[in-house]
């Protein structure tokens, strides 16, 4: 009888881990952030379906084009908003590079086991590549905000949703307009192109900053 084999090599343990395209184990139960890498997060997020594919046009719209839409719009919300910050919308689905989009209801219906996984997830993120473990409320909430935004417009031009169904579970996009966002669907090898150089422009800009405050 053969079983799957977890990381530790016990092959009556259900495997917990995924193999990356650079090599890396990622394991889902204990996540190390040495095992995560900004170029598997980007093709894994272009490589994922917001809206569970139920967009218009014949590209998919991935989650990591509406990881660059929310920090954009995020940074017209924040007004001075440093690059960690930025840095930190950018990556506020990276989690999902591993769990795939996970659509509210299904999260509704999963509750705590499918939260404690996505957490476990970002805080390694997070360890792998300096940013704070724990967030701000007024940070968070720009986030939040900036994520509503940018889900009102996908699902009213890419998602079929009429605008006052949008407007009750998105509430108003504010100042920002549709115009302003990277909302129309990209191949999946450009879409992780853009995101990854997007993640590289913050990264530098963070080192500068860094670097002239010491």
Not at 113 to 123: I, Q
């Amino acid at each position: 009888m053969s079983g799957r084999t977890s990381r530790t090599g016990d092959r009556t343990a259900p495997r917990a881990w995924q193999r990356m395209l650079s090599g890396r184990r990622l394991d889902l139960l204990e996540p190390s952030p040495l095992d995560i890498e900004i170029g598997d997060i980007a093709h894994g997020l272009a490589r994922v379906a917001r809206w569970n594919g139920q967009t218009v046009g014949d590209q998919a719209y991935s989650v990591a084009q509406h990881s660059l839409a929310v920090e954009i719009a995020f940074a017209m919300i924040a007004g001075k908003a440093t690059a960690e910050e930025r840095m930190i919308a950018l990556l506020h689905d990276a989690p999902e590079y591993v769990i795939g989009d996970m659509i509210s209801p299904f999260k509704a219906v999963m509750g705590g086991a499918y939260k404690s996984v996505e957490k476990r997830l970002a805080t390694a993120i997070h360890l792998r590549f300096a940013l704070p473990g724990e967030l701000s409320p007024t940070l968070l909430a720009r986030i939040k905000r900036a994520d509503q935004i940018c889900a009102y417009f996908e699902a009213t031009r890419l998602a079929g949703f009429t605008e006052s169904e949008a407007l009750a579970f998105f509430g108003r996009p504010g100042p920002v307009t549709h115009e302003n966002l990277p909302i129309d669907p990209l191949a999946p090898g450009e879409a992780q192109a853009r995101f990854h150089a997007r993640f590289e422009v913050l990264d530098a800009e963070r080192a500068r900053t860094e670097t002239r405050a010491e």
